[in-house]
């Protein structure tokens, strides 16, 4: 597939949708409309191409990725739901959400994102013209005698190429199911990208990518804690921050974690920019909590945003009135 559409246009995100219109912590409704929008959007997932599934643009930034697959989860991650009764959807949820996984975890690697987009353009290079019929009146190219081998020559070496390739990624895929009914997730995981790599076109592994990942990224994000929390020991906060950070964008619906990093990088030196996202996301997942709200009025006031900070600090004096630094900073404003 080509350039996604606008957005407005884009049938997954309507289907996609969040018809809650929760974009915070509280309770969630799951009825008629939201069941319709996640049958939607799963009929959809056939037909979309990982960027698509995000609701990306095929040009977006490392960013704009985190955020595609952030705001996704925020609407498909079981856990969003957890206590309703969801029914036969929770299964579309799940599978919904191992595909969200999927894109995230193959646009976020930028060898594995170049070959997936030269396989976008290959699918797109062998599709026919619109209406399936050849252009008239175009003559078939001619080929000289002396041109015959050297095409026979190319043809041979193409072929041995392909074959070579399907070899590997099979080879590969059949390592990847041992270490699946191992519970290798993490080595499952990457031995699928490198399956990938070799044949990016080939949708068995990009569906056993989807069911890995998720298992992959909990792996990932319990070890970075358990490295964030011993580096913290150690006194090294520098990379304990960039383990916890890892640990955050792994699990994106933990607003308490984004919520600490968000705190350790308004620290002196920290990253103000960043810390400003880490808030924002906890603060959009609890939308009443006067802790993370504080935080976000922090990360506006470091980043000299001085309207915004004021906003959130009047927010969190209606969450919490007796917060006294709240009313300092108030003033101070």
Known sequence: MGEAPDSAARPQDQAAADPSGDA?????????ELRRQIRGFAELLPELNYYEILGISRDASGDAIRQGFFERSKRF??????????????ELLNEIYKRVAAAHDVLRDEKLRAKYDLSLEARADAEPPTGGEPPTG???????????PRRKRSLANLERQ?????????????QAEGLRREGAWERAAETLRLALAHAPREQLYHDALAEVVPLANEARAEAALQRATALLEKQQRGPAVAALREAAELRPLDAGLSHRVASLLLEPDGDVEAA???AERAAQLEDSNPR?????ALAFKAAGMREEARREFERVMLLDPKDREVKAELVLL
Request: with cysteine; hydrophobic share 20%.
């Open 162 to 174: 392909i074959r070579s390739a399907e070899q590997v990624s099979t080879r590969l895929y059949c």
């Open 77 to 90: 991650h079981p856990d969003r739901y957890f206590g309703k009764d969801v029914g036969v959807h929770g």
């Open 276 to 278: 400003r996202t880490f």
């Open 24 to 32: 915070g912590g509280g309770s969630r409704q799951f009825d008629d």
């Open 292 to 296: 993370y709200r504080k935080t976000l």
């Open 138 to 148: 175009a003559e078939p190219p001619t080929e000289s005698l002396r041109d015959r």
